[in-house]
């Protein structure tokens, strides 16, 4: 990949795309396509290989995705299932159909089994069953990655993976019902301090385990593996620690300056006990995180407390 590649980035209004077009802005890319979704929607066949046989990208980054937290999951699984099926078919098929040079697919750490052996390899997948909360998206997921490996094997395209940790920042979604626990507790936090409300609840038993990497971190990851010929297959992305749900929870206290209270509500699932990957393949190739995790909150709340004056 290089600055005068044609390069699309499917889903460029979400978190992780939009990330992705402010890093390639930023390091000179020059021919950047985009598409709004009014403009394209990406789970209908004949409309997405359409744009792909008249664009022609060189490059795609594949980060249009339906995604959400623990309760989104367990709420819409059909349509967690449907969407990313359907997007990522129509986006990797049309991309081998219109010549494109190099495709990153984006997974995720959640797609890994359930109770597999700590840190995660990329080689444990398809080793045991999944995390039912998350199940119908893991399986969706899965299959963008196989189609991947498929594609490379018969068809000889270059098309990589990536598995994001649990991901935040800017841009992220912070209404309370589908959101993953980062931005939540942003959220509930910020309005327990305003409201001054004696605590704040948060779901399942607190002893969870999560791994939390930048999205802006994320961006530098995906692009590096990109602008890498040598990689190839599956690269895990993360900062290499976890926390507790407690642990986070009282960071993200601190942060926002919030003296009361916690309720932990264990009527809400816990979801997977533990999933930290083993970064080992990416750091060999030379990328490493910029932002712990104090410093990616603080950044994601001042993004928050400006984005809610506007
Ligand atoms: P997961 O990583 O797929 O399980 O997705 P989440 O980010 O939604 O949840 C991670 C963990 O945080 C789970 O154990 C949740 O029960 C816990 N959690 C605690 N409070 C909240 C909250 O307010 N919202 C969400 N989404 N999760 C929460």
């Known amino acids: 990949m290089n600055k005068t590649n044609k390069t699309y980035i499917a889903g460029h209004g979400g978190m992780v795309g939009s990330a992705l077009l402010r890093t390639l802005r930023n390091k000179g890319y020059e021919s950047i396509i985009t598409r709004e979704l009014g403009d394209l929607d990406l789970r209908r066949q004949a409309e997405t290989e359409e744009f792909f046989l008249s664009e022609k990208p060189d490059i795609v980054f594949l980060a249009a995705a339906k995604v959400g937290g623990i309760a989104a999951n367990n709420t819409y699984p059909a349509e967690f299932i449907y969407d990313n099926l359907a997007i990522q078919t129509n986006v990797i098929h049309a991309a081998y159909r219109a010549g494109v040079k190099r495709l990153l697919f984006l997974g995720s750490s959640c797609i890994y089994p359930k109770l597999c052996p700590q840190p995660i390899k990329e080689e444990y997948l398809l080793t045991g069953s999944l995390e039912p909360t998350n199940e119908a998206y893991a399986l969706a997921k899965i299959a963008g990655l196989e189609m991947c490996k498929h594609y490379n094997a018969q068809y000889g395209v270059d098309f990589v993976s990536v598995m994001p940790t649990n991901l935040y920042g800017e841009n992220d979604n912070f209404n309370l019902e589908t959101s993953h626990v980062l931005p939540a507790l942003?959220?509930?936090?910020?309005?327990?301090?305003?409201?001054?409300?004696?605590?704040?609840?948060?779901?399942?038993?607190?002893?969870?385990?999560?791994?939390?990497?930048?999205?802006?971190?994320?961006?530098?990851?995906?692009?590096?593996?990109?602008?890498?010929?040598?990689?190839?297959?599956?690269?895990?992305?993360?900062?290499?620690?976890?926390?507790?749900?407690?642990?986070?929870?009282?960071?993200?206290?601190?942060?926002?300056?919030?003296?009361?209270?916690?309720?932990?509500?264990?009527?809400?699932?816990?979801?997977t006990p533990r999933k930290l990957l083993d970064i080992s393949r990416i750091t060999e190739l030379g990328w490493k995180p910029a932002l712990t995790l104090e410093q990616g909150i603080k950044q994601t709340y001042a993004w928050y407390c400006e984005s809610i004056k506007n």
């Open 186 to 271: 942003l959220r509930k936090f910020h309005e327990a301090k305003q409201a001054n409300l004696p605590f704040v609840e948060v779901w399942g038993s607190g002893t969870p385990r999560r791994e939390f990497l930048h999205v802006n971190d994320m961006a530098e990851a995906c692009v590096h593996v990109m602008e890498n010929p040598e990689s190839s297959g599956v690269y895990n992305v993360g900062c290499g620690e976890d926390v507790t749900i407690r642990e986070l929870t009282e960071l993200i206290g601190q942060v926002v300056g919030y003296q009361g209270d916690l309720k932990f509500d264990s009527s809400k699932p816990d979801g």
